[in-house]
């Protein structure tokens, strides 16, 4: 494995995330590891929505957990807001959830069935204390108002409400504390496409208004094209491109997200393909990716390609970045309803993207 490219936050500039070679392997039986996410960098700010996309096992949620410290990562630093909320404990790391929350697939795995509505956004309020010395009913009923429900689905089991308000309340919940993070799990996976496109607005218009750093996961380009400033291309584990989402999906430099984005355009993956994706138990020895790559070479089969930048911003990781050329008509044919949004354009010069572009090696999106 390649330790070449340890990043290093940019002298002088902070953003509210940082993520540095953060690791998490999981210890399987006989000896095994299996590396979901291997060495990643990355930076938020406020305002700003991230969006890290790959195919299903590449390790997204897994990362997304370790970033709210849900999950113990194996290695790596996570700084939050200028902290080193890597190795918090208890006490500490409940004030820090104050401040990040995460928003699920399933609302109901924050939301108890035996629980009113009401009373699942007050519960955060009880633990943590309010932020602004409000009543806790007065807060359920500011943050209803804030996702678009009335005051009378206070009393309300999730059980009576549609999917659509079921997570308008799990994004309620983890808005009642005023965090500046959210870190949005598949949040619209299972919703319909009217009740997807509102929860997307939704959020939009919350970021807009709350000035929220998003850590976006999704598998699904169109959302992430559609929702995000910058994009995080992760493959087995690891990295693989990064940069501001709309350049990346139009001209894709790694034969991974190319991929993505062409098979995306063409409608669901062919069984083939998705087949061929290698374990994270035991992934392909150099590039991981080389296995299911068109243009891979002698040198991609024993070196793993660091990520590097590229002069318009971009990081990549690929011994041969942009061979493969994206036929004119890809991009084009992501879907996206027309209705969606635009993610808000940053208020002032942008201090960061969502990963730091600075020179090789200080990426701010690498592994390593
Ligand atoms: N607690 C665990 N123990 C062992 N392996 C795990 C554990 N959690 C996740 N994994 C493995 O880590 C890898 C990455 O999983 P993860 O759920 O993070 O991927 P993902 O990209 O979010 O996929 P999906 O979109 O399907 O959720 C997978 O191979 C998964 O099986």
């Known amino acids: 494995m390649s330790t070449n490219n340890t990043p290093q936050a940019t002298p002088g500039t902070s953003s509210l995330l940082e993520v540095d070679g953060l690791r998490r392997h999981f210890a399987l039986s006989r000896g095994r590891m299996l590396r979901a996410v291997d060495g990643v960098s990355?930076?938020?700010?406020?305002?700003?929505t991230l969006a890290l996309v790959g195919e299903s096992g590449s390790g997204k949620s897994t990362l997304g957990r370790c970033v709210v410290r849900m999950d113990e990562p194996t290695d790596g630093q996570i700084r939050f807001d200028g902290e080193d909320i890597t190795h918090l404990r208890h006490r500490d790391l409940r004030t820090i959830r104050q401040r990040m929350q995460m928003v699920f697939q399933s609302p109901y795995t924050s939301l108890s069935p035996r629980m009113s509505v009401g009373a699942s956004i007050a519960e955060p309020l009880q633990i943590h204390g309010l932020p602004d010395g409000l009543?806790?009913?007065?807060?359920?009923?500011?943050?209803?108002?804030?996702?678009?429900?009335?005051?009378?689905?206070?009393?309300r089991r999730p059980s009576q409400l549609s999917g659509g308000q079921r997570q308008?309340?799990?994004?309620?919940?983890?808005?009642?504390?005023?965090?500046?993070?959210?870190?949005?799990?598949?949040?619209t996976a299972s919703l319909d496409l009217t009740s997807q496109a509102q929860i997307v607005n939704l959020l939009l218009e919350l970021q807009g208004r709350l000035s929220l750093a998003m850590l976006f996961i999704t598998h699904d380009l169109g959302l992430a094209h559609h929702l995000s400033h910058e994009c995080a291309v992760m493959y087995l584990g690891r990295i693989v491109e990064?940069?501001?989402?709309?350049?990346?999906?139009?001209?894709?430099?790694?034969?991974?997200?190319h991929l993505l984005v062409s098979t995306r355009s063409r409608g669901p993956a062919a069984p083939s393909?998705?087949?061929?994706?290698?374990?994270?138990?035991?992934?392909?020895?150099?590039?991981?990716?080389?296995?299911?790559?068109?243009?891979?070479?002698?040198?991609?089969?024993?070196?793993?390609?660091?990520?590097?930048?590229?002069?318009?911003?971009?990081?990549?990781?690929?011994?041969?970045?942009?061979?493969?050329?994206?036929?004119?008509?890809?991009?084009?044919?992501?879907?996206?309803?027309?209705?969606?949004?635009?993610?808000?354009?940053?208020?002032?010069?942008?201090?960061?993207t969502a990963l730091t572009s600075s020179p090789i090696p200080s990426a701010g999106a690498s592994h390593d």
């Not at 990355?42 to 700003?48: F, M, Q, V």
């Not at 041969?320 to 004119?328: C, D, K, Y």
């Open 135 to 155: 009543s806790p009913a007065d807060r359920v009923r500011e943050v209803l108002d804030m996702v678009g429900l009335p005051a009378s689905v206070e009393t």
């Open 168 to 187: 308008r309340i799990g994004l309620a919940r983890a808005l009642a504390l005023s965090p500046k993070l959210l870190v949005a799990d598949e949040p």
């Open 242 to 257: 990064a940069g501001p989402t709309v350049e990346l999906m139009r001209q894709p430099l790694h034969p991974y997200t």
């Open 273 to 352: 393909e998705a087949e061929s994706v290698p374990s994270p138990i035991n992934p392909p020895a150099g590039c991981h990716f080389r296995s299911r790559c068109p243009i891979a070479v002698d040198k991609c089969a024993t070196e793993y390609p660091p990520l590097q930048a590229t002069p318009s911003g971009r990081q990549v990781a690929c011994h041969r970045p942009g061979v493969l050329e994206l036929s004119g008509t890809a991009t084009a044919r992501i879907p996206q309803p027309e209705t969606w949004p635009r993610p808000p354009a940053a208020t002032a010069a942008p201090t960061t």
């Open 42 to 48: 990355l930076r938020i700010d406020s305002g700003r």
